[in-house]
């Protein structure tokens, strides 16, 4: 074995937390009841048959990677006649929050690689105003979609909501691109249950030029290792190994549901 990564914040622990979700749509049978979107910007988009039917903030659509399989996702554009930029908001309903362990998860696409879209997420905590939106900073932002599905995750603890009541808003404000597509939003609380703090050392686990190995783990755990940016990089079921990531840095390794840890890949 050559080569240590730490795990710094231990979620692997058996029957130490239960995992409540509190807020998920993959928007396959439409825009569930509560939801709203707002299209601020009042553009039209450009007549082309690529986006001339997207008339709202987003609208639902089959899935362009599973056509005919009954997989919808909302899509925006910023292609507009004449060219401006989107200002298109979709509002969950109300979320409250616990006191720890409150994360947020959703899937994105670039539908073209050469002008891909910009989104960012905000949280109000009073009403659905847009202006309520921008009390407080941004809680995601990327100025360029992956070209790809990509799952992204985001520590709503770290944005400094817990124990509160909000609302999340996804809103694409891109000037002059093409289409995002967005699906499979959901939030999550992590809650412990009866830990005693002293039974949970820092643990470290091995790695080999191609894996990363997890002493103690039950056969078939399930998986998620995010990049700092919250983007999921790999999944799966495994009884002990991982494939390491290609390169070094600071990931986060979720098992079998836990609250993610911290790891230092080196």
Request: hydrophobic residues 40%; proline residues 5%.
């Given at each position: 074995?050559?080569g240590?990564?730490?795990i ?18 993959d ?8 939801w ?23 609208v639902l659509a089959?899935?362009?990677d ?65 202006w ?35 609302r ?9 691109r093409?289409?995002?597509?967005l699906?499979?939003i959901?939030v ?8 005693e ?27 998620e ?22 390169s070094?840095?600071?990931?986060l ?9 911290k790891?230092?890949?080196?």
């Amino acid at each position: 074995m050559r080569g240590l990564i730490t795990i710094f914040l231990v979620s692997v622990f058996a029957n130490s937390q239960a995992q409540t979700t509190i807020l998920q749509s993959d928007f396959n049978n439409g825009i569930p009841v509560g939801w709203q979107t707002i299209n601020n910007d009042g553009l039209t988009p450009y007549n082309d048959p690529a986006v001339n039917w997207i008339t709202d903030a987003w609208v639902l659509a089959e899935d362009e990677d599973s056509t005919g399989t009954g997989d919808s996702c909302l899509i925006s554009t910023s292609w507009y006649d004449p060219a401006g930029t989107a200002d298109d908001y979709l509002i969950t309903p109300a979320i409250t929050l616990g006191g720890a362990g409150n994360y947020l998860y959703f899937d994105i696409k670039a539908l073209d690689q050469s002008y891909p879209d910009a989104m960012e997420i905000r949280a109000s905590t009073g009403g659905v105003n847009i202006w309520e939106f921008f009390v407080d900073d941004k809680i995601y932002d990327t100025v360029a979609a992956p070209p790809y599905w990509s799952n992204f995750m985001v520590s709503l603890d770290s944005a400094g909501y817990t124990n509160q009541t909000i609302r999340l808003a996804f809103r694409n404000y891109t000037t002059d691109r093409f289409k995002l597509a967005l699906d499979n939003i959901r939030v999550e609380i992590n809650n412990p249950i009866g830990i005693e703090a002293p039974t949970l050392p820092t643990l470290t686990v091995a790695l080999n030029p191609t894996e990363i190995f997890v002493a103690n783990l039950n056969e078939n755990t399930s998986f998620e290792l995010f990049d700092l940016s919250g983007r999921m990089i790999e999944s799966g079921m495994t009884n002990g190994s991982i494939a390491k990531p290609s390169s070094n840095g600071i990931y986060l390794l979720r098992l079998n549901g836990f609250a993610p840890a911290k790891i230092s890949v080196h």
